[in-house]
């Protein structure tokens, strides 16, 4: 049974470079998420996917932000000039839409340091 | 703003049976209650998720009121691996996908 998977699990990175974060979803899930988790902090929605189509997107997710899922698979989150705000968790979360409550899980998640 | 109220921290001794309660005083009638667990430095964890009926799973039991105006997350035999902090979310179902996770409760289950 393969879970979400999600790459790297760590990146530190100097302030003002850019980052990339993979998603792998569970195969057969068709609806893709991404949250992030400050310190002390419950997951914060970003934003969802249903195939490709980005449906849905948070105020949280800023112009430095661009999330894509080019072919309805694995998703790539991507942070340009990154700034020591932005250390967090990054999760991902998919889900079926086949399911009746959706329900969504999660992946271990990438923690990124800003320096 | 989160839907729901947890309170901040428990304790419970290994062995006995971990109940958690979740306040959702304005929930929906077409709102499910979901619980997650997130263990130290992870992804959160499903656990499992209800309606109106009382639900079991292999890992845990949801009572909710007849009301639905709150819920309890019972763990029937706490371990140390059980330790972590518990979501309860209401679903944002409608026109929404997203989980809007609260503080949650964390669980200390004691040898």
């Known amino acids: 049974d393969t879970g979400v998977s999600q790459d790297p699990r760590h990146k530190i990175t100097k302030r003002g470079q850019n980052v990339t974060f993979r998603c792998d979803p569970i195969?057969?899930?068709?609806?893709l998420y991404w949250y992030r988790q400050t310190l002390g902090q419950g997951p914060e929605f970003l934003t969802y996917?249903?195939?490709?189509?980005?449906?849905?997107k948070s105020r949280l997710l800023s112009d430095r932000f661009s999330a894509e899922r080019p072919k309805g698979s694995f998703s790539t989150l991507e942070i340009q000039r990154t700034e020591q705000g932005d250390s967090a968790m990054y999760l991902c979360?998919?889900?079926?839409?086949?399911?009746?409550?959706?329900?969504?899980?999660f992946g271990p998640g990438t923690r990124l340091t800003v320096l | 703003d989160a839907k729901t109220t947890q309170p901040t921290s428990m304790d419970c001794a290994e062995g006995r049976a971990a109940n958690l309660p979740c306040n959702h005083s304005?929930?929906?009638?077409?709102?499910?209650v979901y619980w997650y667990r997130q263990i130290h430095s992870q992804g959160p964890q499903y656990i499992i998720h209800?309606?109106?009926n009382n639900e079991t799973n292999e890992m845990a039991s949801l009572i909710i009121t007849e009301d639905r105006k709150s819920s309890t997350l019972i763990l029937p035999h706490a371990t140390l691996r059980d330790t972590a902090v518990y979501y309860c979310?209401?679903?944002?179902?409608?026109?929404?996908?997203?989980?809007?996770f609260g503080k949650g409760t964390k669980l200390s289950v004691i040898p």
């Open positions: 979360a998919s889900s079926s839409r086949d399911s009746s409550t959706d329900t969504q899980y």
């Open positions: 195969s057969e899930h068709n609806r």
């Open positions: 996917f249903q195939n490709e189509a980005q449906l849905e």
């Open positions: 304005t929930i929906s009638g077409n709102e499910y």
């Open positions: 209800g309606l109106k």
């Open positions: 979310i209401v679903d944002a179902w409608a026109g929404s996908y997203q989980l809007t």
